[in-house]
């Protein structure tokens, strides 16, 4: 069970599996939004074939004030489910200063230049769970964003034993390096979920361009 009380209106939860090939769950999972203590209804799952995005529930004009959000998850205790995103529209009442912003694969900010699959934006491609994959050698995207700091996350799905290696500018200036930790469990099945990549250094409050 999930458990969040907020302040404001909107409120969109999803969720995350580690699904692998010898995963056995039997029943297939099921689980139940309340808001309130109103339950929005249940859902089950059709099959497990996606460990990211799993859509607990959205509702949308909700009225503005403080909400309880309930998220009950049945399912046969050998799989566990996390909360991947939670995300809300804050009360105009509330202080929005200080506040971190989380961007996700599909929002517009992002533009995916070349070498990217699995995005809405990217060329000849489709959104995947919200998530986008690049395997190319020189893959570029671009990131619009307001504020004074920003971290990247990201999952490794590659099989690969070694370290690789990636770069990124902030407004055009000097490209930094960065490491992507080797994910050496693939082969069980497993996925490395946020991965912390590299984290910029403090910027003037203003619009940024970031370049990975």
């Given amino acids: 069970m999930a458990h969040v009380v907020l302040i404001g209106s909107s409120i969109s939860a999803s969720g995350l599996a580690n ?11 099921s689980w139940e939004c309340l808001i309130n203590g109103i339950s929005t209804g249940s859902m089950a799952a059709a099959a497990i074939n996606l460990e990211q995005g799993w859509s607990f529930c959205t509702l949308y004009n909700i009225p503005d004030g403080f909400h309880e959000l309930v998220i009950n998850i049945i399912s046969d205790g050998v799989v566990p489910f996390y909360v ?5 529209t804050p009360s105009l009442n509330v202080s929005q200063e200080n506040s971190l912003v989380v961007i996700d694969g599909t929002d517009p900010a992002i533009n995916y230049i070349s070498g990217w699959t699995g995005s809405q934006n990217a060329p000849g ?5 919200g998530s986008s994959q690049m ?12 504020g004074t700091q920003l971290s ?16 990124y500018s902030v407004d055009k200036k000097s ?12 082969a069980e099945g497993q996925t490395i979920f946020f991965l912390l990549l590299f984290i910029t250094s403090s910027l003037e ?8």
Avoid: C, R
């Avoid at 990247?152 to 770069?167: K, R």
């Avoid at 490209?175 to 693939?186: E, L, W």
């Fill in 135 to 146: 395997t190319n050698l020189n893959s570029l995207v671009n990131v619009t964003f307001v």
């Fill in 125 to 129: 491609s489709i959104s995947v769970s």
């Fill in 205 to 212: 409050m203003s619009t940024h361009v970031l370049s990975v």
């Fill in 84 to 88: 991947e995103y939670l995300t809300y």
């Fill in 19 to 29: 699904v692998t090939s010898n995963s056995k769950i039997n029943p297939l999972p």
């Fill in 175 to 186: 490209f930094t390096s960065f490491q992507i930790q080797a994910n050496t469990k693939v």
């Fill in 152 to 167: 990247w996350y990201a999952g490794n799905v590659d099989p690969n034993e070694t370290i690789s290696l990636g770069e």
